[in-house]
């Protein structure tokens, strides 16, 4: 199902024994609920999980956790929905955060007057008033969810957008110190929920409803067309798993490939060993700097060289290190430029070695001859050249690192992730992939991880993609302030594929447009 992510800032499922008092938190932020009255897990009525919790009405029955910044709304996105089973008066208080009368932001749904409400209150002064109609039916279980996308504000039950009326805020919501009550409404004086709550969620930082991974997604992107309740339990993928260590460098935008180890992994189809050698830069070209063993399906080296081999016009000067392909800082250069086409390769099915075998000009006739392969069984592969002039104004290095160690059999069923590839520029990086075939398990995703050092899957994912069998190349972007390391696999049912991992820094070097160089 998914629903619980780095969004989800409280998940409550509600689940146990009867009468038992104990709520857990199922977000990664595991913030700890108190019991305040009679509030209690009953068997006798729920959702999702065989229990729900029973919230008697009495002005001191609720759910108590401390303040917190999760709870700080400001100005983003935000989706907070629950299940809620209604009495049939009064007013059935949501949640609320309540300094006091004149502070305090929450929800709560008035059987008087037909509506479900949202009200912030800061230093006595109303900031947001938000109605949406409805006539709600005692002992009935209702999904509701209040919406905001980009200061669009939007109440649904049971997935369909209520009529609207109030006070929207159209700027940030101010900070409310105070602990987040569930199930409590005030004013003044409490009106607390009479009835029962099952999976409460409070997300913050996305609206759900513009996520496709999530089951609020609306995929019109109208928030007026609805959506349809979640028919499970939010949950986090099971994905967690492996970890990387012991490793050398190597920097690359292209395919690598990590079988899931539980130490050490090593690349099965481009760049093998670099035994004694402290940097390897590859892509289409490459420079190696003290090395004793580069296995690359590429060009050589350059050492104090004013020539490079780069397909068409480049010429570098006094340079002993040039990383042509993710275009980074060439001093004293004239210019740096690449022919639109793709490098072809063959990879040996029996050996599993892929070698560049030549390089078709997408501006000349598509033909690839005089060719020498030795007789056997191949996999052909077309890597078109992606950086072209536009990209050589604003260019990052995407380092990788790898290490040694042998690769694990390929798990059954769920593919390989392929063709990892991460850019960061102006704060934000774009991760793409494909995989290596099509899974043959039952609800297919990928998960995707990140970290400040070489990724160990472990806990709920970051970010869940799921497979779409008609898309061939994944794309995720995600906001990136600091070198990461980012890891993504695949899960099919409960079998866990094999894991691809990529380094992102976020340093760039800026070139400025050399003189002398056109483009058709």
Known sequence: MGGIDSYTKLMLHCDGADAST?????????HTMAVVGSVEIDTAQSVFGGASGLFAGAVGDYLSTPDSADWYLGGGDFCIDLRARLSASGTDGLWQQFQDANNRVGAAYDHGAGTLTFYSKFAASAEALIHGTFTATAATWYHIALVRKSLVWQWYVDGVALAMTGTPDTSALSDITAPMFIGYYSAGTPTNMTGHIDEFRFSNGSARVDDPTDPLYISSGILADG??????????PPLSYASFVARASVSTPQTVLFPARAVGYEPTKMFASFPTRSTAIQGNYASFIARNNVDVPQYSTFAARNEARVI??????????????????????????YAPGWNMYITDKSTDITTFIGFIDAEAAHVLSDVSIAPGTYELEARPIINMWSDTTSAIRTPLTISAGSPTTPVAGVPDIINLTGTNSAGWTRLQWGVSAQPTGSNPRF??????????????????IYYDEQVQTYVLNVRQTASTYFAVLCVAGDVIGTATEVQVLVAASTLAKPTGVFAK
């Open 22 to 30: 104990t709520f857990t938190d199922a977000s990664a932020s595991a």
């Open 227 to 236: 959506f349809t309740p979640p028919i499970a339990a939010y949950s986090a």
């Open 312 to 337: 068409r016009t480049a010429s570098f000067a006094t340079r002993n290190d040039i990383n042509t392909f993710v275009n980074s800082s060439f001093p004293v250069r004239q210019m740096a430029m």
């Open 447 to 464: 998960g995707v991880w990140r970290g400040p050092t070489p990724v160990v899957l472990t806990g709920a994912a970051e970010s869940v």
